[in-house]
DNA sequence: TTATTCTTCACCCATAGGGGGTAGTTATTC
DNA sequence: GAATAACTACCCCCTATGGGTGAAGAATAA
């Protein structure tokens, strides 16, 4: 264990709020906001003088928003983890965020005890996410229970998702290639779509497999 | 805010673990161990009879897995919770566990402690996660870095996730219909398959796109 | 009982997709 | 200056896929 302090960066273009952090972070001896920004573009600037280990990162900022800052950070220095402190709790802003690379996410309603934890949750190997993202993210692997297909129509979706051949999921079922024929005109009907990689996309967007 | 208790049951084949579970939450006036069982199948028997807000369950277990039980349970009652609790903490069983529709997972190495703040996180809409199951999660997210492809043929690869055929792909990206076909087989042949819906699995399985 | 849905199978027809090549241009790297 | 990689484009050939249509036995619902 190194005795080197952890270095954060800021990006937040709520001034007040913005050196708030930086005083309560800069007030626990194992953390050292090297600096802070209003903004991507400069933040990344100096990203290599920098040389953070963490960024606490908001979404909404005027110019480059965070998400494609987070892309930016993560293609120079993927080492670097990025914790998102923002108000957005929609659905696709926190998808994108962590497909972009963030290593958490963390909502503006977080007490200071929350945004340090999440610090020390960095550190020591974890994820920081608020409650209510991490239910998004937890709900985000579930299936959806109330598919139009029938049962065995979605075991030959299944099928077709993992790139078998008409003859394969025959063969599979134990059924002609006509009938699995059958089923799969069946699905597209029912999914409104006209090809298999439509009917995947769909299932896979709407969680039907 | 109702003032009855929380109900749960622990499913859970170490009976000292079990029963010293119970002790403790059943120290808290909050919650309620209605039971506790050793298998998913007698569990699953007095479900209806026990009612449970929270089931805490364990993975591997005696006869019917955790996996399993977890998805026969939310078959009959979806709006129970379950959270695994497990010595597991291998990628495959979390996604199985939370595919088959788990709130949360923690790892039995949790103190006492983090077991109440999972009970808690659930009862205030949250999704309980340790530290590195968090960490697998939100990585689960992240794309792939180190692609064998090109940036021409991530894009093609990309519509054709979308289930846009050959001539679409190759009006949006204004080429030809054979040269978008190049790309198509230049991309099976580096992810070693041959069709669309083998690209689209394997694609997606690493993250590529 | 009748009606409906699910599952199974079949035949025709057209084309999108996939396997095999070849090759020019530009950019980058060595 | 040569070699390599990336992007572009074209050819031939053939099968897998998808649209249309019809139908029979089993199971389930009304």
Redesign the pocket.
Known sequence: MSSEKVRIIIVEDNEPIKDGFALIINSFPKYYVVNTYTSCEVALKNLRKDDPDIILMDIELPGMNGIEGIKRVKKVSPQIDIIVNTIHENQEKVFDALCAGASGYITKSSSHNELLNALDQISSGGAPLSGSIAKMVVKSFQKNLQSPL????TEVLELLSKGK???IIADE?F??K??A??????I?AKLHV???SQAIDKALREKLI
Not at 150 to 153: A, L, W
Not at 181 to 186: A, L
Request: glycine residues 0%.
């Open positions: 029938t049962s065995r129509e051949s008409y003859s079922l059924i002609t006509e009938t024929k059958s089923h799969i005109k069946n597209y006209n090809s298999k």
